[in-house]
């Protein structure tokens, strides 16, 4: 078993299947494109560990809270992480995060974006620790995203 796949059991943190869109969704792309010694990650939403859509669904700040879309976060660095394993082919190849780009469904006024986005962060941190999983990173919010989800993450990974 690899390092991080070792971590990710003692978190008691499980990955999740591809995604599974909802019926009629056509998405054209790769969740990662490997180019040279980086991975560059689509933008990904948080995900059940069957590949579904986890809810809840909504702006953040009406229909969903800030620790609910936290949470929400947390999912999609679970989903991020699933779809450079699958990738990569072992979590370990990754040397460093380099930046990350989250997006929050925001309702007007609300502008706790940064801590929506910790939710992200804090779970990179405790899965590679300091060296490998500090990041540069914005947290930006957005008037909608696909499928209502509540948070959307891109990154890009240094990989070996």
């Not at 943190?13 to 991975?39: E, I, K």
């Not at 933008?43 to 949470?71: E, I, R």
């Not at 801590?115 to 947290?139: K, M, W, Y």
Request: one cysteine or more.
């Amino acid at each position: 078993m690899s390092v991080v796949a070792g971590r990710l059991a003692e978190l008691g943190l499980a990955l999740p299947a591809p995604l599974a869109p909802p019926p009629g969704v056509l998405l054209p792309f790769s969740p990662v494109v490997v180019r040279g010694d980086r991975a560059i990650v689509s933008g990904h939403g948080p995900q059940h560990v069957d590949g579904s859509l986890a809810g809840p669904f909504g702006k953040v700040g009406a229909d969903v809270t800030p620790q609910q879309a936290y949470a929400s976060a947390r999912l999609v660095a679970l989903s991020i992480l699933a779809s450079l394993d699958r990738t990569l082919g072992d979590l370990d190849r990754i040397t460093g995060f380099v930046r990350v780009f989250g997006m929050v469904n925001a309702a007007a006024g609300f502008t706790a974006l940064p801590g929506v986005i910790n939710g992200f962060s804090d779970l990179v941190l405790e899965v590679f620790g300091p060296e490998v999983g500090a990041h540069a990173r914005s947290a930006v919010g957005v008037a909608e995203l696909p499928f209502s989800i509540p948070v959307e993450i891109e990154c890009e990974v240094a990989i070996r």
